[in-house]
């Protein structure tokens, strides 16, 4: 299987918080969030993406982890994918970021895909995820 890249940016078209309130409290408070993502570029189509996570009140440190249901195209080829990612924010730096296609879930075109890939804000806040994947032939 060789090796793809596909880069894209991506727009929220929807941000729909959840009540959740654990019966342990941290420094961080938890956040509970259904979003929609657009992608346009080497990845056209849309997810549906349940995060976990939270955020000091600062907004300089917290963390969140990801699930992303995707449908669309990933250099043309038509199918849909999930993918895990997660990030830790500290000091506002990013410390640490993975992403995964998980393995078994590409249906269609993307039936055996696999790979993992990234998550990046711009300055200007324009949002990139980018891809290093395989299909098989």
Not at 31 to 55: A, H, N, P, Y
Not at 72 to 81: D, K
Not at 98 to 104: A, E, F, K, N
Request: hydrophobic share 40%; proline share 4%; net charge negative.
């Amino acid at each position: 299987m060789p090796a793809r890249h596909a880069a894209s940016t991506f727009d929220v078209s929807d941000f729909s918080p959840r009540e959740w309130s654990p019966s342990v409290g941290t420094g961080v408070a938890p956040g509970d969030i259904d979003m929609v993502k657009k992608f346009s570029g080497d990845i056209e189509g849309r997810s549906v993406t349940r995060f976990v996570g939270g955020l000091t009140e600062d907004q300089s440190a917290g963390a969140y982890a990801a699930w992303e249901s995707f449908e669309g195209t990933i250099n043309g080829v038509s199918g849909t994918c999930a993918l895990v990612h997660m990030q830790v924010l500290s000091n506002s730096k990013v410390e640490a970021m993975v992403l995964h296609i998980v393995p078994s879930s590409g249906t269609g075109g993307l039936e055996g895909v696999a790979g993992a890939g990234g998550i990046r804000v711009e300055v200007d806040g324009t949002h990139r995820l980018w891809l290093d994947y395989s299909l098989p032939d």
